[in-house]
């Protein structure tokens, strides 16, 4: 299948163990963000999101953590599968913007 | 079966000619949008629409066009003027209140 992620940070997990996977983030007024989840070949899938007046949310073995003051995100998953094998990335956007911005993403690897 | 469709999953163009790659969607989503994917980077945002018979160009709209007379269709010609245009092509839409976007599967462009 096609490639959508050369070249990114890579992270090596065993099934079964927990994931974080963090971004960093550039705008100081984005106040929504969400985490995408793009198996090869696919197009993105969303994960979660979370807005700027929380720090943590909880979904089904995931939780986004969210640190404004180092402009910072975190993707946690429970019991990693190998299922969850994709690229993982996280998209910001602003008060009123129409616009927004994705990182590049971190590949996750699961070993069985 | 609601979601986004895009169509073709593989497109090939040959020099100088124009190719158009559609996307439906039937989530009842006043905005759309258009995003090429190459690797190892993010997303970037081609084109965008908030509502039927208006589009707005986003960051590297060069070489490309589209239209928008339907609320369910955002078809996106590939012009002859877009050099590089190999690439992963992903559909968006989103809600205008509510923001998260939800993407189609995606169309692959080659250059024969």
């Known amino acids: ?112 | 079966d609601g979601g986004i469709t895009q169509s073709p999953k593989y497109l090939f163009r040959k020099e100088g000619q124009n190719v158009t790659l559609s996307c439906e969607q039937n989530l009842n989503h006043d905005a759309m949008y258009w995003y090429r994917q190459d690797p190892g980077q993010g997303l970037r945002l081609i084109y965008y629409s908030q509502i039927v018979n208006d589009f707005q160009k986003g960051d590297i709209a060069e070489g490309y066009s589209v239209s928008r007379e339907k609320k369910e269709s955002f078809p996106l010609t590939v012009t002859s003027a877009q050099k590089n245009p190999t690439a992963f092509y992903l559909c968006a839409s989103g809600g205008r209140i509510q923001e998260t976007q939800y993407f189609g599967p995606g169309t692959r462009l080659l250059v024969l």
């Open chain 1, 1 to 112: 299948g096609e490639s959508v992620g050369l070249h990114l940070p890579t992270l090596s997990v065993q099934e079964g163990d927990n994931s974080i996977i963090n971004c960093a983030y550039s705008n100081s007024a984005s106040d929504y963000f969400i985490w995408y989840k793009q198996e090869s070949g696919k197009g993105p899938q969303f994960i979660i999101d979370i807005r700027s007046n929380m720090d943590k949310r909880q979904g089904q073995r995931v939780t986004v953590l969210l640190n404004k003051t180092v402009k910072h995100l975190s993707l946690q998953i429970a019991a990693t599968q190998p299922g969850d094998s994709a690229v993982y990335f996280c998209a910001e956007r602003d008060t009123g913007g129409f616009k927004t911005i994705f990182g590049a993403g971190t590949r996750l690897f699961v070993k069985a």
